[in-house]
C-alpha cells in the first residue's frame, strides 16, 4: 500500500531523520487528558526539569542514545531535542498494529511522518 503523508498538503518529505524511530505515547486516559499536566518533552533525562513542550503523540525517539534515568531522547518539530519519561512511550507498531511510521525532515525543514500500512 501506498505510505500516507501526515502534514500539510504542500510539504513533501525529503529524507528519513537518520537514527532515530517512531514510538508513540501510550499512557492511561488519566494521564493523556491531563491537559494541565501533559507528558513532557524535558530539558535533561531527569524528574523536574524544565519542560520544552508537551511531547508529540507520535515521537522520534534516537536509537544512538540509551534510556537515561527513565527517559529516552525525542524531539519537537522543530529538532530541538528533548528527554520523554520512558514509561509512557511504547514501539508505534505495538500501539498501532499493522501500521508502520518513519520520521522524516520535510520540505519546509521541520519534522514530519510517513505512515504506512
Given at each position: 500500500?501506498?505510505?500516507?503523508?501526515v502534514m500539510?498538503?504542500?510539504?513533501?518529505p525529503i529524507?528519513?531523520?537518520?537514527?532515530y524511530?517512531?514510538?508513540?505515547l501510550?499512557?492511561?486516559?488519566?494521564?493523556?487528558?491531563?491537559f494541565?499536566?501533559?507528558?513532557?518533552?524535558?530539558?535533561e533525562?531527569?524528574?523536574?526539569?524544565?519542560?520544552?513542550a508537551?511531547?508529540?503523540?507520535?515521537?522520534?525517539?534516537t536509537?544512538?542514545v540509551?534510556?537515561?534515568?527513565?527517559?529516552?531522547?525525542?524531539m519537537?518539530?522543530?529538532?530541538?531535542t528533548?528527554?520523554?519519561?520512558a514509561?509512557?512511550?511504547?514501539?508505534?507498531?505495538?500501539?498501532?498494529p499493522?501500521?508502520?511510521?518513519?520520521?522524516?525532515?520535510?520540505?519546509?525543514?521541520?519534522?514530519?511522518?510517513?505512515?504506512?500500512?
Amino acid at each position: 500500500m501506498t505510505p500516507v503523508i501526515v502534514m500539510a498538503a504542500e510539504h513533501k518529505p525529503i529524507k528519513p531523520v537518520s537514527g532515530y524511530v517512531c514510538m508513540a505515547l501510550d499512557a492511561p486516559d488519566s494521564v493523556m487528558m491531563n491537559f494541565d499536566h501533559p507528558i513532557p518533552l524535558q530539558t535533561e533525562p531527569r524528574d523536574g526539569a524544565p519542560m520544552i513542550a508537551p511531547a508529540l503523540g507520535v515521537l522520534p525517539v534516537t536509537t544512538n542514545v540509551p534510556e537515561t534515568n527513565g527517559y529516552v531522547q525525542s524531539m519537537n518539530l522543530a529538532f530541538k531535542t528533548g528527554w520523554v519519561p520512558a514509561k509512557y512511550v511504547k514501539p508505534y507498531a505495538k500501539v498501532h498494529p499493522g501500521n508502520t511510521c518513519t520520521p522524516y525532515v520535510m520540505d519546509d525543514g521541520k519534522l514530519g511522518f510517513i505512515f504506512g500500512h
